[in-house]
């Protein structure tokens, strides 16, 4: 499965996977006329992410959201367009993409990196092998992961909390790339 969002970009965290979503709180501008204009560009994009079709090139919808994002830019708003896929993306259509790293995932983008990092849930964050976005870099890394959360005592949360018997690399493995504007 593909996707594509407009991703806040926090300064408390390192962590650049597919556990984000712009949300209206990540907009701090004080001037109405500009946070109302915003308002209706965030209800138009929700609308958007609601409806894509996502079995598509995700590289393709850069264009309908590009203006929403270069608004949010203009208004200082750290965020980033990203795409993730359950495989290598290869076909990016006219743009640039900068791969981040792997994210180990639910079909509803709850990511296990980003659970951890909170709640070391799993393991201590010092002792996976991390880069700076706080993703793995190989896929080898992702599945030892995997694998150290189903074998853990908290196999029941792990379970529960991915919602599927498949713990296989095509469900829960996300290749995470911005896109360079």
Partial sequence: MSAICIAPISSKSKYRGVDRFIDFSDIKVQDNKILKELGAMYL??????????????????????LPFYLKLKENK?????IIYDNNMVTDTGDYILNFLGIDVANEFSESLINDNAKHNSFAKNSHLPLNENFLFDDVS???SFIEMCKNSDKKEYFETYLNTDDFTEKNLIKYVYSVVI
């Fill in 77 to 81: 708003v750290d965020c980033e367009i």
């Fill in 44 to 65: 138009d994009y929700i609308d958007f992410d609601c409806n894509y079709d996502n079995s598509k090139n995700v590289c393709c919808y850069v264009k309908d959201i």
């Fill in 141 to 143: 890394s992702a599945k």
